[in-house]
Structures are given as structure tokens and as C-alpha cells.
């Protein structure tokens, strides 16, 4: 499968854990984004690094949310001291060109009990 | 933010008839995607449309795009019940203001095509 790959697929973990998802993107694709979609909401933007470079963060993402994309291959989220505020599902993209489509995996659904 | 609105919000056919779904959008674009999502799924690309391109078609998919209006259409054809997912449009603004290319979705059309 050359396809974006997310692990795991689900997670469930307690308030104040810590939780750390995965993005494998398509090998040859450069720009990496992460979103976070709601329940009956489209997904919002939240990281975007272009190989191992972070250039963009939305104001969604506060400091308990970390990015990393080292080696510009695959990249982590992490969510320190989790809230139920954080339940939702977190998708990756990539994409090759500056202005082409957007390839997403099949997202992360965090629940925060 | 959301920056496109679908319309409608949900969309009840039956098998063969052809759906309609409406975005509307705020700010200039570089590009508009649609894409579709199954119930709890990941989303896939299905047809992109760049801001100079008014008219695009891929397989059943017809895509129109008013600039001027800031909107477009997503038109599928002799639905079938594989066709129920719910219908999403992005918006890219480019690399204008550091957006990066960055993708705002609406919130969304729930089709259901019922056998």
C-alpha cells in the first residue's frame, strides 16, 4: 500500500495521559499536514512542515500539542496532559506540489475519557 | 475557521437520480478540492479544480467553479448507494500570507442514496 498511513488507528487513554500518533506519508511527497476534524465539522488545520522544516502551526495547536517530523519521513503528534476537549479524529496529509491534492490517511480517533 | 460552507447540509436521493451539492467560500483561492468521507474514515480526494478553470469532469463527478460568485457545484451522476458518504469542499489559498497551501474545509453534505 503506497498510500498515507496512520497508527494507531484508535486510541483511548485517561485525562492528563499522554498520547503520540504516527504519519507515514507517501514516500516522494515533501509537504506534510496534520488536521483535526470534530464530530459534523470538516477537519481544521493544525501543523504544516515541508521535509523536516515546521513552517506553520494554527492557533489551534497550544503547547501541549508537539510536532516533529524528523529526517522529513514520517511524523509524530504529540498531546501532553490530554483533555476531553481533545477527543476527535487527527488526519494526516501529503501531497507532492505546491498546489495539487491533498492525499489523507485514515486518521487517528483520540477519545479522552 | 471554516471558510466554505456547503449547501445543502444533507441530501436524500434515490439510486440512479443525479445529487447536487453547493460550496460557497470567503476568500480568494488558488484551488478548490472536493472530497469525500465514509462514516468515520479518512477522506478522499476526488476532484480539484485551480481558480482558472470554471468546468472539470471525472467519471460521474461534473465540478464547477464561479470565481466571481466564490462558489462551486459538485455534481454526481446516476448515484448509487455506494455514492452515501458525506461530500466536503477545500479551499487553497495558496502561498499567500505564509498559508502554505493549507486546506479550509466546510463542514459538509451528508448524501444518502437510498437503494
Known amino acids: 500500500d503506497t498510500g498515507v498511513s496512520q497508527n494507531p488507528r484508535h486510541k483511548i487513554t485517561k485525562r492528563g495521559q499522554n498520547v503520540t500518533f504516527r504519519c507515514d506519508p507517501i514516500s516522494e511527497h515533501n509537504r506534510l499536514y496534520w488536521y483535526r476534524q470534530t464530530l459534523g465539522q470538516g477537519p481544521e488545520f493544525l501543523t504544516y512542515f515541508q521535509n523536516e522544516a515546521q513552517l506553520e502551526k494554527s492557533r489551534l495547536l497550544s503547547d501541549r500539542f508537539s510536532a516533529e517530523r524528523p529526517k522529513g519521513s514520517f511524523s509524530t503528534l504529540e498531546i501532553q496532559r490530554t483533555e476531553q476537549g481533545d477527543s476527535a479524529m487527527y488526519l494526516c496529509?501529503?501531497?507532492?506540489?505546491?498546489?495539487?491534492?491533498?492525499?489523507f490517511g485514515p486518521g487517528t480517533r483520540l477519545t479522552v475519557l | 475557521s471554516q471558510q466554505g460552507e456547503e449547501d445543502p447540509q444533507a441530501l436524500s436521493i434515490q439510486e440512479g437520480e443525479n445529487a447536487t451539492m453547493n460550496c460557497s467560500y470567503k476568500?480568494?483561492?488558488?484551488?478548490l478540492q472536493w472530497y469525500r468521507q465514509n462514516s468515520g474514515r479518512g477522506l478522499v480526494h476526488l476532484i480539484l479544480i485551480r481558480s482558472n478553470e470554471r468546468e472539470k469532469h471525472s467519471g460521474r463527478l461534473r465540478v464547477t467553479l464561479d470565481t466571481s460568485k466564490k462558489s462551486s457545484s459538485l455534481l454526481i451522476t446516476a448515484s448509487r448507494a455506494a455514492d452515501t458518504a458525506s461530500y466536503f469542499c477545500?479551499?487553497?489559498?495558496?502561498?499567500?500570507?505564509?498559508?502554505?497551501?493549507?486546506?479550509?474545509f466546510g463542514k459538509g453534505t451528508l448524501l444518502t442514496v437510498n437503494p
Open positions: 477545500a479551499t487553497d489559498a495558496g502561498n499567500s500570507g505564509g498559508s502554505n497551501y493549507k486546506l479550509t
Open positions: 476568500t480568494s483561492i488558488n484551488n
Open positions: 496529509a501529503s501531497s507532492l506540489k505546491p498546489a495539487g491534492e491533498q492525499f
